[in-house]
Nanobody, 125 residues
Framework: QVQLVESGGGLVQAGGSLRLSCVAS????????MGWFRQAPGKEREFVAAIGKRGASTYYADSVTGRFTISRDNAKNTVYLQMNSLQPEDTAVYYC??????????????????WGQGTQVTVSS
């Protein structure tokens, strides 16, 4: 079992920045990959970024490449999502997720086994 708790969401103006955090507990954090997803009202959950268990490999959605950075601190059992140059279309509930079965980084939500409760990010124009 893995428990995930996100934090760091909020309201920010367009062009601003936020850093999301996700603290994990349960299984050894350094043994599994992590991902960030988001879901806007009326839309499906979409992939944002993923990171391998040691942090050496990362994978981003085209829509956030160059603006968002995923990282992890295995000593703190925490994965981060640094979001810069935020735009109104980035408004969504952001979720972190854990994939405890494979080392491959997936963008499909169904590949992830555990999910946090989400944190709201709102970007005003």
């Amino acid at each position: 079992q893995v428990q995930l708790v996100e934090s760091g969401g909020g309201l920010v103006q367009a062009g601003g920045s936020l850093r999301l955090s996700c603290v994990a507990s349960g299984r050894t954090f350094s043994s599994y990959a992590m991902g960030w997803f988001r879901q806007a009202p009326g839309k499906e959950r979409e992939f944002v970024a993923a990171i391998g268990k040691r942090g050496a490999s990362t994978y981003y959605a085209d829509s956030v490449t160059g603006r968002f950075t995923i990282s992890r601190d295995n000593a703190k059992n925490t994965v981060y999502l640094q979001m810069n140059s935020l735009q109104p279309e980035d408004t969504a509930v952001y979720y972190c997720a854990a994939d405890v079965h494979t080392a491959v980084l997936f963008s499909t939500p169904s590949r992830y086994d555990y999910w946090g409760q989400g944190t709201q990010v709102t970007v005003s124009s």
